[in-house]
Structure formats: structure tokens, C-alpha cells
């Protein structure tokens, strides 16, 4: 299949998201009553996923269990994704435990599953053919093997001159591996997204000015989500710009940053302003923790293939 023109490559995850909110605290040796609710999920589809619902030309390039790749297809061409799904017969999809607490934040318990053993095979040069971007989620970076075969083709966009836009991903994980490899991994890229976690982790401060100087001589263009703070982004020649949040009844925290870096990029792609690009993320952020799950509601979709958002 050949990819539009233009169109932005996403590279990362896809996982079965399983979202737990507690009516109360854990009761030890007994039960306790929870809503509990399956989503597709996993941060590149989440982001893939808002592209695609923004109208943006997309596609979408991970590794999957051989079992969901035809539900797991489906469900991204009713986001208007092109899916570029590699199956693994031995792994399942991955799998992600979303504890949500009564503020709608969430902490996670992940089994990787499939994307663990995304290869240079999943992710031929061709996908590049024709595209504006290359985005990697950096979940694909924390594992020896996806990492090698991200480079390889970030590398070829590199020599393509497809821009490169990257998104930390988390700070846990980014902390166990280490600052100073993971831009190492990602030198080159044109645009960083962080939160404010993993900005303090990348950065090595918890001074929000310290952060945004350090990443934008490193990236170029460097965004930082700030959560109730709103967000900001840093150039690398020092013009630094910031947005406040937007009121939003807070419901699932999950996939907000998705969210925000879609909106962030649809208008980057654009030609917008930075100031609209902020604007944009935030506004989609904000919409995004109002609803369970971290994906919209898909536009074109047969409803028996996958669980609904």
C-alpha cells in the first residue's frame, strides 16, 4: 500500500488498554467494588488516533499480536489511520492496567507484549516515501531491539530530510534508563514533547526555565505539558512562549497528552503560529480528560471489531 503524500509516520505502541477507577481503597484478602472498562489504547495509536480524527494523513507503524491484527486495523481506519501493523504469532498485544484515582488521574501497570519485539523488518525505509514527519513515541526507545530498528529509521529520515518529532513518553522509565542516553537515542529530532515529570528527568532540574533552555539547545523546538499549568514550548535562539490551561471536567486522564500532542502537531503541520500550536494541544487536552480512554470516538468503525472508546 502506498501512503499519501505528506502524511505523518507514527511509531510506537498499540495496547489493550484495561481501566479500573476504585469505589474505594483496596481491601486486603477481600474484594472491593470497581468500575472496570477495556479500551484500545497505547500512546502512538492514542496519538495516531487524534491525528487521524483531526484530519491529518496518517499512518501508523507497531507490532501486535497476530490475533487482534485485523480488529486492531480496523479500528484505525475508523480514525481515517492507515495501519501498518507487523503480527507477532508468539506475543499477544500488549497489555496496560490503568488504576484511576478519584481525581481521575491514573497510574499504570504495563506487559509490553508484542511491541517488545518490534523489529527493522516492521519498519521498512518505504514507509517514509512521501511523508512530512516521523514521530516516535519513546516507549519504542526504552528496549534494546525496537530501539534499534527506531533509529534505523529515524536514521533514514534523516537522510531523506524528513523532519523527526519525538515524545519522551515517561519519566519512570526514563529515569531507569538514563537522561543522557535517551538523547543520545533521539539526536536529531526537530521537536521534543515532555511533561513536566519527564522534563525534570531529561533536563536533570526541576526549574522549569532550566528545562525549557536545555531542551530546545538540544531539540530545536521543545514543548512541555504542565498539566493545570498549561503548557510552553522553547526555541532553540531562546524565544520562549506560554498558554495557560483550559478548564475540563476531569473524568480520565489517560491519553491527555496524546491528545495534546496531536493538536500540537495538526497545527504545526499547518503552518500555525507556535502561540496557535499551544492553543490547539491544550484545547484537545482538555477535551480528551473528559471522556474514558485515551482516543476519540472513531468516525468509521464496524463496532463488533474492537471495544468502543
Request: hydrophobic share 50%; aromatic share 6%.
Amino acid at each position: 500500500m502506498t501512503a499519501p503524500p505528506g502524511h505523518v509516520v507514527v511509531v510506537g505502541d498499540v495496547m489493550r488498554d484495561i481501566i479500573v477507577r476504585p469505589q474505594g481503597p483496596p481491601a486486603p484478602g477481600s474484594d472491593q467494588s470497581a468500575t472496570i472498562r477495556e479500551r484500545p489504547g497505547g500512546s502512538a495509536a492514542n496519538q495516531a488516533a487524534w491525528l487521524g480524527h483531526l484530519g491529518v494523513r496518517v499512518t501508523l507503524a507497531a507490532r501486535v499480536g497476530a490475533a487482534d491484527r485485523e480488529a486492531c486495523a480496523a479500528w484505525l481506519r475508523g480514525f481515517g489511520v492507515r495501519p501498518a501493523l507487523a503480527a507477532d504469532a508468539r506475543r499477544p498485544t500488549g497489555r496496560l492496567i490503568a488504576l484511576l484515582d478519584a481525581d481521575g488521574e491514573r497510574s499504570f501497570l504495563t506487559d509490553r507484549g508484542a511491541n517488545a519485539a518490534l523489529n527493522h523488518r516492521d519498519l521498512p525505509a518505504r514507509l517514509l516515501d512521501g511523508a512530512a514527519l516521523l514521530h516516535v513515541s519513546g516507549y519504542a526507545l526504552f528496549a534494546p531491539g525496537p530501539r534499534a530498528a527506531v533509529r534505523r529509521l529515524m536514521d533514514a529520515a534523516a537522510r531523506r530530510g524528513v523532519a523527526v518529532s519525538v515524545d519522551v513518553a515517561s519519566a519512570a522509565p526514563l529515569c531507569a534508563m538514563g537522561a543522557e542516553p535517551f538523547r543520545t537515542w533521539t539526536a536529531g529530532a526537530a521537536l521534543c514533547f515532555a511533561n513536566a515529570d519527564e522534563a525534570a528527568v531529561l533536563a536533570g532540574s526541576d526549574d522549569p526555565a532550566t528545562q525549557m533552555a536545555r531542551l530546545a539547545s538540544w531539540y530545536g523546538l521543545a514543548v512541555v505539558k504542565r498539566g493545570a499549568a498549561g503548557a510552553e514550548l522553547s526555541r532553540q535562539d531562546g524565544r520562549c512562549l506560554a498558554r495557560p490551561a483550559r478548564a475540563a471536567a476531569m473524568r480520565d486522564s489517560t491519553g491527555a497528552g496524546d491528545a495534546f500532542l496531536a493538536g500540537f502537531l495538526a497545527a504545526w503541520l499547518a503552518g500555525a503560529p507556535p502561540g496557535r500550536c499551544l492553543a490547539r494541544g491544550i484545547a484537545l487536552g482538555a477535551r480528551a480528560v473528559s471522556r474514558l480512554g485515551g482516543q476519540p470516538e472513531p468516525v468509521r468503525f464496524p463496532r463488533s471489531a474492537y471495544p468502543a472508546a
